[in-house]
């Protein structure tokens, strides 16, 4: 078996979609799980990009013992400085620069020459070098590079010392065979690779939904490391997930691929990724979607109850769905509930576990079954619970051939306010209620409703974005009310105003 570096950059690349930004307690939180996880490397941000970036950089170093942390810089002495910086306190630690290699990039990024670019990247990763040893190298829209160019730049960087060299499909446009075929060129062309100085990576975009193929089709052709993302978030459609990939090693023993991922922490993973980032997992996402394990037709089930081969790949343990508790009730216990946050990779005990569970059991009157989304809802309304502006109360009138009216009770840093309106429905009424109360000239640009699970007793998850001084931000709730969640998500945004 060949050993495989599952490069995670949930926290760099994951973390640029909108909305889904975390603060450094969370991104340590998310760390620790990738460590317990196994993945190699955790890119753990862009340093130079902000002093937030810096900061979670700094102590992702800190609080991780076993994964290399890595950080992004561009092809840039002052990058390159500043992550050497942010990584001071790391066990293990790379730098990753590079610059774009395609015509595109070359010509309108950098209104430059191929030539100047292999010449900077050499430059970068010589002064790379100087700091750490391990340097890895991307050369930027790799995928729409011609591979003879790509070779000379790789060779050139691979001399400088660069040791992995990673070949990105930045637009998601390669299409598997393309991928493989650029990946064995590089293999055979570059000296470093034969000689085992240096190794290749993938890193893929979604953008046509390739990016688990071309990853795997790059390895059959000879990279030993791929980059990829928890759940596949990440810019537009997302990176390669971690999960996919894991799971086509593990169930495909003749390819020769082994990974250091303990699989039975995927799911909590997972759980964890998306509850923090406001991020819902599609139903039918593989390996890990609400719909991944569950079979509803008569036929299949009947295959599953006779042998769970039948019809099923994989076992769901493997992955850490402990199925035959997913449900919980009213009559649940706080025990459960505490195994099944554990389960979703939330550890909470105490007075926190008896504040969630209060809640948990308000619900379960409301609803028959609890969910594990429902839970996680829970648990993330609570860590919402030290914010500035607080719902007190909302009480709507509405229906056919009323005029809606709200009043809302607000708690603004410990005082109570009131206020009353009326609008052209119950969200409109409510928001312009909590606008006579809270004066700014903010608009509500985004909002979408989205129901959990399944039934008219069901939480409804609402996120918006609202515009404030030049600045959107992103607000999020989750409620069996969804007057009562629109207006909470939107108190969420104002509760990140600047
Ligand atoms: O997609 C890409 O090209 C990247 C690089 C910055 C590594 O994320
Ligand atoms: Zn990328």
């Keep these: 078996m060949e050993h495989l570096y599952i490069f995670d950059t949930t926290l760099r690349d994951g973390e640029q979609v909108p909305g889904c930004q975390l603060n450094t307690v969370e991104k340590i939180q998310v760390a620790k799980q990738l460590e317990a996880l196994g993945v190699d490397v955790i890119e753990a941000g862009f340093p130079v990009s902000s002093p937030g970036d810096f900061n ?41 620069t590079g610059i774009g290699t395609s015509p595109t990039h070359i010509k309108y990024k950098f209104n430059s020459t191929p030539e100047e670019i292999i010449e900077r990247a050499v430059a970068a990763v010589k002064y790379a070098k100087r700091f750490v040893d391990d340097v890895e190298f991307y050369a930027e829209d790799a995928g729409r590079t011609d591979n003879e160019y790509l070779a000379r730049v790789i060779d050139a960087v691979t001399k400088a010392g660069a040791t992995v060299c990673n070949i990105p499909d930045t637009t998601g446009f390669r299409i598997p065979i393309e991928y493989q075929e650029k990946i064995k060129y590089l293999y055979e062309h570059v000296d470093a690779f034969q000689c085992g100085k240096a190794i290749l990576s993938t890193h893929c975009h979604n953008d046509l939904g390739m990016a688990t193929a071309n990853t795997v089709a790059g390895v059959l052709g000879g990279a030993r490391q791929v980059e990829v993302t928890i759940n596949g978030i990440g810019e537009r459609a997302g990176n390669t997930s971690l999960e996919e990939i ?4 593990k169930t495909h023993p003749d390819l020769g691929i082994e990974t250091n991922i303990n699989t039975t922490k995927i799911y909590p993973t997972s759980r964890l990724v998306s509850s923090l980032m406001n991020m819902p997992v599609q139903p039918n996402k593989a390996i890990v979607g609400r719909n ?11 295959g599953v109850l006779k042998n769970a081969a039948t019809y099923e790949i994989m076992d769901p ?19 459960a509930l505490k195994h099944r946050l554990h ?16 809640k948990f059991l308000m619900l379960a009157d409301k609803k028959k079954e609890i969910t594990d989304d429902d839970i996680m809802m829970l648990a993330g309304a609570e860590r919402s619970a030290a914010h500035n502006v607080k719902l007190d109360y909302l009480q709507v009138t509405t229906g056919k051939g009323l005029k809606p009216v709200a ?14 309106a009326s ?6 009424a409510a928001i312009k209620a909590l606008k006579t109360i809270i004066k700014r000239e903010m608009t509500l640009k985004e909002f979408t409703i989205q129901a959990i699970s399944k039934g008219s007793d069901d939480l409804a998850k ?20 969804i007057v009562t969640a629109s207006v909470e998500a939107y108190i969420d945004a104002i509760n990140k105003f600047k």
Aim: charged share 25%; hydrophobic share 40%; net charge negative.
């Design 56 to 96: 979670s950089v700094v102590e992702i170093s800190k609080a991780v013992t076993w994964p290399t942390i890595c950080a992004l810089t561009r092809a840039v002495e002052k990058d390159i400085d500043v992550a050497v910086e942010a990584l001071k306190y790391a066990k293990r630690k790379r730098i990753h």
């Design 246 to 249: 894991a799971m086509i090693f």
């Design 292 to 302: 991944a394990f569950a079979h509803s037709s008569g036929i299949h089930q009947d």
């Design 317 to 335: 343990k493997d992955v850490g769905i402990d199925e035959a508790s997913i449900i919980l009730t009213a009559r649940s216990g706080r025990a």
């Design 343 to 358: 389960v979703n990779g939330i550890e909470i005990d105490g007075e926190a576990l008896d504040k969630v569970y209060q």
């Design 407 to 420: 009043s809302i009770g607000l708690q603004i840093a410990n005082e109570h306010f009131e206020a009353a």
């Design 423 to 428: 609008g052209n429905g119950p969200v409109d």
């Design 462 to 481: 609402v996120h918006q974005s609202v515009e404030f001084d030049g600045h959107i931000y992103y607000g999020f709730s989750a409620n069996t009310d």
